[in-house]
């Protein structure tokens, strides 16, 4: 079985900066594209970051130059660093990572954390 679990969030004041983790454990055979995403109270889960293998990321425009995604392959992990947090940032951060198991290894399938809460507010 595979676990993704995010860790990392917490109550910050505006210009404050928070760094979210997501680990991925288990029988993993290959560990790939990792994305962010964020649900904010009232609104549609919308999509923050991603990284692929190769290194290559995407962001949202509401947080280009603003936070920066990363990942370890040997860890199994993946980083978001969130600097100059606004209130508009406020959300439940989720992480999803497409993942093949030892025990299929040719088939990618969707994983996700259970999410880790950010609440940015003076």
């Known amino acids: 079985q595979v676990q993704l679990v995010e860790s990392g969030g917490g109550l910050v004041q505006p210009g404050e900066s928070l760094t979210l983790s997501c680990a991925a454990s288990?029988?993993?055979?290959?560990?790939?594209?990792v994305t962010w995403y964020r649900q904010a109270p009232g609104k549609e889960r919308e999509l923050v970051a991603n990284?692929?293998?190769?290194?290559?990321?995407y962001y949202a425009d509401s947080v280009k130059g603003r936070f920066t995604i990363s990942r370890d392959n040997a860890k199994k992990r993946s980083y978001l660093q969130m600097n100059s947090l606004e209130p508009e940032d406020t959300a439940v951060y989720y992480c999803?990572?497409?993942?093949?198991?030892?025990?299929?290894?040719?088939?990618?399938?969707?994983?996700w954390g259970q999410g880790t809460q950010v609440t940015v507010s003076s």
């Open positions: 990284i692929a293998n190769s290194g290559y990321t």
């Open positions: 288990g029988s993993i055979f290959t560990f790939n594209t």
């Open positions: 999803n990572a497409k993942i093949s198991t030892i025990d299929w290894p040719s088939r990618v399938s969707d994983y």
